[in-house]
């Protein structure tokens, strides 16, 4: 299969219609159409249930969507890795979720900084899921990740801080006096829906709560009474007056990861990474 093919697949496979897919590669719909019917001969499966109606995948589609994404995130990666080792300034890009591990990051770059042979750290702040993203295509070189939040399937990790969650909640909440709060009774606030975060497209999910795409958004509109949201302990910190939190001891632990690609030789990589492991 080749990269163009794959490009190709995954626009038709997010967009699920061959008109808009067609315009999001900037061609003309028949080629698009033929190349796809193409790769599903050469393949021997189908990837698309097609219906005067809709589009859907198949199961095999979905498999391959999934890898597409991998290959094409591999190969931006590597042109955009090549290209930074070749640069005059050495330097690493670490990526992580802004306002997420706040004490943690800074701690590691003031001490990687004393570190003999140090070279600059270009920080990107970024929103839920991004670092990750920011990662596999090399926009990256190392991320704070944090599971299970975050997928770290496909890098090398290091474990570096586990923390248990709470819900924040609106000051004065009836909620806001229990000891701890179980998932199903967070879940049941009908009237302080969950978050949507985006998703890997940009897109948010169906469903009743606001959308939403950082923090300081969220806190401002559970300050409002229009939401609640269970996020890990060591947020609490960014809370104001107007917020109020209760452990939920049933949600999943969350565990700060430091997360490079396996086939990294960057000496500054190695450096950092071991840093943040002493810490």
């Known amino acids: ?22 315009q999001r ?19 021997g499966v189908v990837l698309l249930h097609r219906t005067a109606r809709a589009i859907t ?44 591990s706040r004490e943690l990051l800074s701690k590691l770059l003031h001490a990687y900084a004393a570190e003999p042979g140090s070279v600059v750290v270009e920080v990107m702040l970024c929103g839920p899921g991004e670092p990750e993203s920011l990662l596999r295509t090399g926009r990256a070189d190392v991320a704070l990740l944090h599971r299970p939040y975050d997928t770290t399937a496909g890098f090398d990790t290091e474990d570096l801080h586990t923390e248990q969650q709470v819900v924040v909640l609106p000051k004065g909440h009836p909620l806001a006096d229990r000891a701890h709060l179980s998932l199903d009774e967070v879940n049941a606030q009908t009237d302080l829906p969950l978050p949507r975060w985006p998703g890997r497209d940009g897109g948010h999910p169906d469903g009743p709560g606001p959308q939403v795409r950082d923090h300081t958004q969220l806190f401002q509109l559970i300050a409002l009474g229009l939401a609640c949201a269970v996020v890990p302990e060591s947020l609490r910190d960014q809370l104001r007056d ?10 999943p632990a969350v565990t700060t990861v ?22």
């Not at 994404?69 to 330097?91: I, N, S």
């Not at 430091?258 to 810490?279: F, G, M």
């Open 258 to 279: 430091i997360a490079w690609p396996p086939h990294s030789r960057s000496k500054a990589v190695a450096d950092l990474v071991r840093t943040a492991t002493r810490l």
């Open 1 to 22: 299969m080749e990269t163009r093919e794959l490009r190709y697949f995954v626009a038709v496979a997010e967009e699920l219609h061959f008109g808009r897919a067609a």
């Open 57 to 100: 995948l198949t199961e095999a589609g979905s498999v391959l969507l999934r890898e597409a994404r991998l290959v094409l995130d591999a190969v931006e990666a590597a042109e955009r890795r090549t290209r930074r080792a070749a640069a005059d300034q050495p330097g690493v890009v670490l990526a992580t979720k802004a306002g997420a």
């Open 242 to 251: 107007d917020h109020d939190i209760v452990p939920v001891p049933d949600a």
């Open 25 to 43: 590669l900037t061609m003309a719909q028949p080629p698009l159409s033929r190349a796809i019917q193409q790769l599903e001969r050469r393949l």
